[in-house]
């Protein structure tokens, strides 16, 4: 899904300069995203800017920040998932900012602890007793995850954002039983996790599939 939304700013720099800085935010494959271009001194030129290849793009997060300081607090959630607030890869790449590699194990230090809560968006002091990707997991999944679901529902709120309907996916694939029926009217059940491994019934007198008639849930 997307929902973004573009502001255009130009700054008028000490030396009399300016800086041109277009900001795109919002909701972009599920994602919270801030991207941006920014265009030095092209006040005298008559072709539009979306023509114009820019001297800066992507994330231009300092150029942005001082073009629209009210964009701050979105951009601390770029690439954070739209509908959870979790970074990208909350587990694996939280982990893998938070420790190095050594012979005995892996080390966590100070600064590897610091770099790790940036990423996660949490504070040092709440990584200390995280000592393996367990840990790690288990502290996301009682503590921060329910926090980055407060933080990415404020965030829209305050943006005006929407993220839509997502649909709940049931991951118990056994407890769905398709329903077929032969030609006698009898009725025959298979769970749904059998399909990729035997395909659909088949009438075992006459050799041909049977018909799909419905579903029910175990």
Known sequence: ??????????????????????????????????????????????????????????QVCDDIER???????????????????????????????LHEDEADGPLITTVSRRRAARYLRTTPDMLEGVHT??????????????????????????????TGHKPQVNKDLESLQIIYSDDKGCLYTQPLSDLTEVGTLVDPDEDTDLTIVGYTIA
């Not at 909701?27 to 001297?55: C, F, H, K």
């Not at 073009?67 to 587990?91: I, K």
């Not at 502290?139 to 529902?153: E, F, G, H, R, Y």
Request: charged share 20%; with cysteine.
């Open 133 to 162: 990707k367990n840990d790690l997991e288990a502290l996301i999944n009682t503590t921060l995850a329910p926090a980055w679901k407060k933080q990415i529902d404020a965030a829209l709120a305050l943006y005006g954002l929407s």
């Open 67 to 97: 073009a629209f300081p009210w964009l701050g607090p979105l951009m601390e959630l770029h690439c954070a998932d739209a509908y959870t607030g979790a970074p990208m890869y909350a587990l694996d790449n939280g982990w893998f900012w």
């Open 1 to 58: 899904m997307a929902t973004m939304r573009t502001v255009q700013y130009t700054l008028h720099e000490a030396d009399e300069t300016l800086t041109t800085v277009v900001a795109h935010y919002g909701i972009r494959n599920d994602r919270v995203s801030v991207m941006g271009e920014v265009y030095y001194n092209r006040e005298d030129d008559q072709t539009p800017l979306a023509n114009l290849d820019p001297d800066k793009c992507g």
